[in-house]
């Protein structure tokens, strides 16, 4: 998300760190979602451990990417399955994707 996107002006001098308080500049959101959900379609593409849920999640996943408000939408999906993912990653064990959905949950919701 851009400064112009989100709203706000550039400011007169650079960040450091990405800045989630005050301006939102410094955080690639689409980057965090992308690598979180990457790691969740590992799993929920796999019929081993796909199910009607992480099917509807899918679904709803398509219809934000395709509707006018992208970045909010996805954001929104995701931060609302935060627990789901959570739970899914622990099961597998998978400490990469629970690192990357943690940065995903600092940064940008």
């Known amino acids: 998300m851009t400064e112009a996107a989100a709203g706000f002006p550039a400011l007169p001098f650079a960040l450091e760190a ?11 959101f689409e980057g965090n979602m992308k690598v979180v959900l990457m ?8 019929p081993a451990h796909g199910n ?4 509807r999640f899918k679904a709803r996943l398509a219809a934000a990417e395709a ?8 954001l929104l ?14 099961e597998h064990e998978d400490e990469i994707a629970l690192t990357d959905l943690k940065r995903l949950e600092e940064e940008c919701f």
């Open 52 to 55: 009607a849920f992480w099917d």
């Open 18 to 28: 990405p800045d989630r308080y005050l301006t939102f500049q410094g955080i690639d």
């Open 77 to 90: 999906l995701l931060h609302s399955h935060v627990y789901y993912m959570v739970e899914l990653f622990e």
């Open 67 to 74: 509707g006018g408000a992208t970045i909010c939408d996805k």
């Open 39 to 46: 790691h969740l379609f590992r799993y929920i593409d796999d």
